[in-house]
C-alpha cells in the first residue's frame, strides 16, 4: 500500500540544523511532485517547499527561503528538507505530500520538529 514515512525530528536549539527525510513506497515516486508542509499549534497548515517530479524546479515559503533547501533522490524514493538556521517559529510539525496527476495526493504521518533553547 501507499507509504509516506518522515523522519528526522527531534529537539535542536536556535540556528542550529536538522534533515528531514520522507521515503515513498507504494506508487511511482518519480512520477510525483513532493512538498513538505508544517502546522503549528492553533496555525493552518502551511507549505513549506515544494520540488517538482521532472526537473527539479524548487519553490519556498518566503518564511523560510535562504535557510531550507528540497531536494529528491528518485533511485532512492525520497524527498529530504535541509534546515539550517532554525527558528523557533520553525516549531511545528512537518509532513511529506505527494501529488499526482488526477488530484492524487498522499500524505505522511508527519514528524515533530522544536526548535528551543
Known amino acids: 500500500q501507499v507509504q509516506l514515512v518522515e523522519s528526522g525530528g527531534g529537539l535542536v536549539q536556535p540556528g542550529g540544523s536538522l534533515r528531514l527525510s520522507c521515503a515513498a513506497s507504494g506508487f511511482t515516486f518519480s512520477n510525483y511532485a513532493m512538498s513538505w508542509y508544517r502546522q503549528a499549534p492553533g496555525k493552518e497548515r502551511e507549505l513549506v517547499a515544494r520540488v517538482a517530479k521532472i526537473g527539479g524546479s524548487t519553490n519556498y515559503a518566503d518564511s523560510v527561503k535562504g535557510r531550507f533547501t528540497i531536494s529528491r533522490d528518485n533511485a532512492k524514493k525520497t524527498v529530504y528538507l535541509q534546515m539550517n538556521s532554525l527558528k523557533p517559529e520553525d516549531t511545528a510539525v512537518y509532513y511529506c505530500?505527494?501529488?499526482?496527476?488526477?488530484?492524487?495526493?498522499?500524505w505522511g504521518q508527519g514528524t515533530q520538529v522544536t526548535v528551543s533553547s
Open positions: 505530500k505527494a501529488d499526482g496527476t488526477w488530484g492524487v495526493t498522499y
